[in-house]
């Protein structure tokens, strides 16, 4: 079964930089994915940050990380990078990459949903101080 696998979170000041990545299992090739970062902030509701298309590069970005935070993908890696800078307090939270199974040929409009992935890492914790 494809697990993922986060890293990279840590402490930093508000305005520092962190790069988190997600690394799949060995044998599950990541163009028939989905690769969404999801974010959770304590007594908050899980948030959808971001996601990348793995066959076709297309990207999306919440509003509240547009212009700050990068999605990419390493495909020889099987990996996927959320690139974060300018970090803010409000970014504080745990941070989650998900998978959804969508093919390698998709062409319709995504639509991140927490629900709708299937299947999850088990977090990395991103604090973030004033």
Do not use: H
Not at 15 to 29: I, K
């Amino acid at each position: 079964q494809l697990q993922l696998v986060e890293s990279g979170g840590g402490s930093v000041q508000s305005g520092g930089t962190l790069r988190l990545s997600c690394g799949l299992t060995p044998g599950y090739d990541l163009k028939y994915y989905v690769i969404g970062w999801f974010r959770q902030a304590p007594g908050k509701e899980r948030e959808g940050v971001t996601y990348i298309i793995a066959s076709d590069g297309r990207t999306w970005y919440a509003d509240s990380v547009k212009g700050r935070f990068s999605i990419s993908k390493d495909d020889a890696k099987n990996s996927a990078y959320l690139q974060m800078n300018d970090l803010k307090p409000e970014d504080t939270g745990t941070y989650y990459c998900a998978a959804d199974i969508v093919g390698s040929r998709y062409s319709g409009t995504y639509n991140l949903n927490a629900n709708g992935m299937d299947y999850w890492g088990k977090g990395t914790l991103v604090t973030v101080s004033a």
